[in-house]
């Protein structure tokens, strides 16, 4: 094994991104305004009150998840927080079961039981969606640590969606995507101290979009402008990587994550981005400005990548760009439609289903305890 190079940087002449077929790129665009387009009848949806809960959406960020996500495996794992409509669409989601669980139908993919903080989809490796700020991040390295024991101990894969029995198991890698308010969380930290420890190929993606809810990272976080300290106290690689430009992105994110699965080991990326729009549904935004929103809005990723596609590879026709969104549209409209017309959960067989797992039956007197009779809290 090579030793970890902390604070690597990819060679410039490395550009992986232009050998991907055109149509590589052009998913990618689709993908991206897919989900600008889902977060804004989102936005509208939850504004009719049709959503409840908590809302974050994920405008402006949107080259992150594809971007990242566009690097992997299908079936490497991924493990996110909670503003996560946009990686579960990424990941492969139906726009359609990502609606109707932020509506709390029942053919939601949580049944509509977690709604829009906590989109999960094992099918394609899709571990969440969580609410609580760096708890996501000890998921992913023990999704890390499962990878490696099934490598280096078992040999086989477990049994998984789409995986055959007895197949081999494989080198992969496990992404823990997380805000920059989870810098200071201690959850982050021992995680980070357990991937370094083990060598667990973990990529910890911190989606620096500048604050969290209204605290600037300068404000809340020591070394804000130079993260990958934190990375080096754990002994672990870090790259700065510019998440406004996906093909920049890719470009350095595509060989470190190689770079992971081959050699087994975790790294830490410090991934500058900016959203749009509030940290959630009510937020006045008096914490920054109008001119500092808009500068980033002028460096908009989806428009950049249509640009380069339409003027650079011309691969796409202002024609067939019309033509995208029109679909997408259609495609969100009837992500709308299926969730309004999806009935709602049934109290009576689903208040208290998929609550507990009982891995062994026996072990635990479920049915007795959650209809009161030996529930002490009842
Ligand atoms: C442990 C914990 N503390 C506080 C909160 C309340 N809270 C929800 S989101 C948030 C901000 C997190 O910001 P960041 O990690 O930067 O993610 P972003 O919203 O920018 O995507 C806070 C403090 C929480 N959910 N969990
Ligand atoms: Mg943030």
Not at 81 to 103: I, S, T, V
Request: hydrophobic content about 40%.
């Amino acid at each position: 094994m090579s030793p970890t190079p902390t604070r690597s940087r990819p060679a410039s002449n490395v550009r992986p991104s232009a050998d991907l077929p055109d149509a590589t790129l052009v998913g990618w665009l689709r993908m991206m305004t897919l989900i600008r387009e889902f977060e804004n009848r989102s936005a509208q949806a939850y504004q009719q009150a049709k959503i409840g809960g908590f809302c974050h959406l994920y405008t402006g960020q949107e080259a992150v998840a594809v971007g990242t996500l566009g690097a992997l495996e299908p079936d490497d794992p991924v493990v996110h927080a909670y503003r996560d409509h946009g990686h579960a669409l990424a990941r492969g989601m139906d726009p359609k079961h990502c609606m109707a669980e932020m509506f709390g139908k029942i053919t939601g993919c949580a049944k509509g039981k977690g709604g829009s903080m906590h989109m999960f989809d094992k099918p394609h490796w899709f571990f969440g969606g969580h609410g609580i700020v760096g708890a996501q991040t000890p998921l992913g390295v023990g999704l890390a640590f499962a990878a490696k024991y099934e490598l280096e101990v078992l040999g086989t894969a477990l049994s998984n969606p789409g995986v055959d029995p007895g197949a081999p198991a494989k080198k992969k890698v496990a992404l823990a995507f997380l805000g920059d308010g989870a810098l200071n969380q201690g959850a982050l930290h021992e995680a980070m101290n357990l991937a370094g420890l083990w060598s667990l190929p973990c990529i910890f993606i911190v989606e620096n979009n500048g604050y969290s809810m209204g605290t600037s990272i300068h404000r809340g976080t020591t070394m804000a402008d130079d993260l990958l300290k934190k990375a080096d106290a754990y002994g672990i690689r870090g790259e700065v990587i510019d998440g406004l430009d996906i093909l920049r992105l890719y470009d350095a994110f595509k060989p470190l994550a190689d770079w992971c699965r081959a050699e087994q080991k975790p790294a830490f990326v410090d991934l500058k981005t900016y959203r749009y729009l509030g940290h959630s549904m009510s937020d006045p935004q008096k914490y920054r400005t109008k001119d500092e929103v808009d500068r980033y809005k002028s460096m908009d990723s989806i428009e950049r990548l249509a640009k380069h596609l339409m003027e650079e590879r011309r691969c796409l026709t202002p024609a067939a760009l019309d033509e995208m969104h029109a679909e997408l549209h259609r495609i969100v409209m009837e992500a709308l439609e299926f969730a309004e017309s999806s009935p709602s959960p049934d109290p009576a067989t689903e208040l208290y289903s998929d609550v507990l797992v009982n891995p062994m039956p026996g072990m635990s007197p479920i049915r007795e305890y959650v209809h009161g009779e030996k529930n002490p809290l009842l």
